[in-house]
């Protein structure tokens, strides 16, 4: 029984993994700003998801400071976890950050040394993010309005100050090892107001390793605000891996932070029946904020499982609902038919072939002798 239960299941995910193809990786673009912002021209590297030339899907986006650095692995990252369907694709573009200017990108201005006037450090390399970057990869790439920021040490404290001057142009961030110490702990103190004004939302993921107190410290006192000032519109997971260093932990950040931020994304490895599959495509289109209907090819997977088990209303609802959705699959009606004749129900079998018969076009004669060959 659990070795058939395991063919049903790698049945269920194989239309997912189309993209394990010979040939199907992420690809690598790399582009050129020249900055009004900055003044400077500033590179990125864009990790386009398995398969983007040859659909006309649309994708979220991860932004990510240090990219150069930290975008192979989390492009990588990211390309398994959606195979799995545990998070959607995504694009990732990375800002690069060369080491001369980027303490100063990253990094948040004393505030004995801020100019109201003019915008300086982190807060202008923010900016400069929200006016060149984001409207260029729109322009020039299938985005959807979901964006999420991740960075590491000082992109950590970049990524905080992110969340807390610009609440909601990020739905998602990652703050791995932050350094939050910077400026006696001014971030702290920055956060601390936005939270008691609950001006802070979407997912935040903060995790630190094993590392000196200096670090340590701050990430604690900001781990407690978050727990003292909770607020339905911020969700929040804090992690430390203690048999990680600084350097070493980023690997780890990625993966679970990408894991917080589509909490609820994958499907629970178990039967289920349409209405939990709804629900789930509900959750994933608030998330994205856009429709997303449960492919044909998971429902038929799902309907085949429940079949399986004999649970004879639950199979065949979620079989005739994805007839109804795709009505020119020969896969869709196929599976149908089969269990109809499965639970014994002969002439709801021959029905469902009547309905396949002229429901999809330009069936062939070999199609046609297919369906009619399940009744022999």
């Known amino acids: 029984m659990k070795k058939t239960i395991f063919a049903l299941m790698l049945l269920i995910f194989a239309g997912h993994c189309s993209s394990w193809a010979a040939g199907s990786h992420p690809e690598v673009q790399e582009l050129v700003i020249d900055s009004t912002v900055l003044a400077e021209q500033r590179n990125l590297v864009v990790y386009l998801p398995a398969g983007y030339q040859n659909n006309k899907e649309r994708f979220p986006v991860l932004y990510i400071t240090d990219g150069d650095i930290q975008g192979p692995h989390t492009a990588g990252t990211l390309d398994y976890l959606a195979k799995f369907d545990q998070t959607p694709k995504m694009i990732v573009v990375g800002i690069v950050n060369p080491p001369q200017t980027r303490v100063r990108d990253l990094t948040v201005t004393s505030a004995d040394k801020q100019n109201t006037q003019q915008l300086g450090n982190a807060d202008r390399f923010l900016a400069f993010i929200e006016q060149e970057v984001i409207p260029l990869v729109k322009q020039r790439y299938r985005t959807l309005d979901y964006q999420a920021l991740s960075g590491t040490s000082h992109g950590g404290q970049f990524a905080i100050n992110a969340l807390v001057k610009r609440p909601g142009l990020f ?113 994933r289109s608030k998330l994205l904020n856009t429709q997303m209907v449960i492919p044909e090819d998971r429902a038929a997977g799902y309907g085949q499982w429940l079949q399986y088990l004999n649970r004879q209303d639950d199979a065949l609802a979620l079989l005739k609902w994805n007839r109804k959705t795709y009505p020119q699959s020969l896969n869709a009606h196929t599976a149908l038919i089969k269990a109809y004749l499965h639970f014994k129900l002969t002439d709801d079998a021959k029905a469902a072939l009547e309905d396949a018969l002229k429901s999809i076009n330009g069936l062939s004669p070999e199609q046609k002798e297919q369906l009619e060959g399940l009744f022999t």
């Open 171 to 283: 739905n998602g961030v990652i703050a791995i090892s932050p350094s939050l110490y910077w400026n006696k702990n001014q971030m702290l103190e920055l956060a601390e107001v936005a939270m008691k004004r609950r001006q802070l939302q979407g997912r935040l993921y903060v995790s630190i390793a094993n590392e000196e107190s200096t670090m340590t410290e701050p990430f604690q006192k900001f781990v407690e605000l978050t727990q003292r000032y909770t607020s339905e519109n911020l969700a929040v997971a804090s992690q430390t891996f203690s048999n990680e260093t600084h350097n070493t932990t980023v690997l780890q950040g990625q993966y679970y932070g990408l894991k917080h931020l589509f909490s609820g994304w994958a499907i629970p490895e178990s039967p289920q029946t349409l209405a939990d599959l709804q629900t789930n495509f509900e959750n």
